[in-house]
């Protein structure tokens, strides 16, 4: 499965974006995805995951009741809804995607896509 992120940009504290994630390669279906951020010298963080069926979400704590993870298998594409977005969710966000249930570690992904970088300024 090879994974194309988009769709970040710069906004202002309290806007929105919403990142795309585009799976091609092979079948989408079956897999879960999940959204991960990161920032430089840090550990890669769990963001978002949704399951094959797009039944179950699961998000972090800092961004629960902010962002939607969702999914269109007929586009291969799974997004990130991010609203009311603070500068401290300032990152590069990928995309991964991985056989099975959602899951938020990211050891458990076998494919990532490039990253997108978001900035929002204070």
């Known amino acids: 499965v090879q994974l194309q992120a988009s769709g970040g940009g710069l906004v202002q504290a309290g806007g929105s974006l919403r990142l795309s994630c585009a799976a091609s390669g092979r079948t989408f279906r079956g897999y879960a995805m999940g959204w991960f951020r990161q920032n430089p010298g840090k550990e890669r963080e769990f963001v978002a995951a949704?399951?094959?069926?797009?039944?179950?979400?699961y998000y972090s704590g800092p961004v629960k009741g902010r962002f939607i993870i969702s999914r269109e298998d007929a586009k291969n594409t799974v997004y990130l809804q991010m609203n009311s977005l603070k500068p401290e969710d300032t990152a590069i966000y990928y995309c991964?995607?991985?056989?099975?249930?959602?899951?938020?570690?990211?050891?458990?992904?076998?494919?990532w896509g490039q990253g997108t970088l978001v900035t929002v300024s204070s």
């Open positions: 991964a995607a991985a056989p099975g249930g959602p899951k938020s570690l990211a050891v458990q992904y076998d494919y």
């Open positions: 949704i399951s094959w069926t797009g039944g179950t979400t």
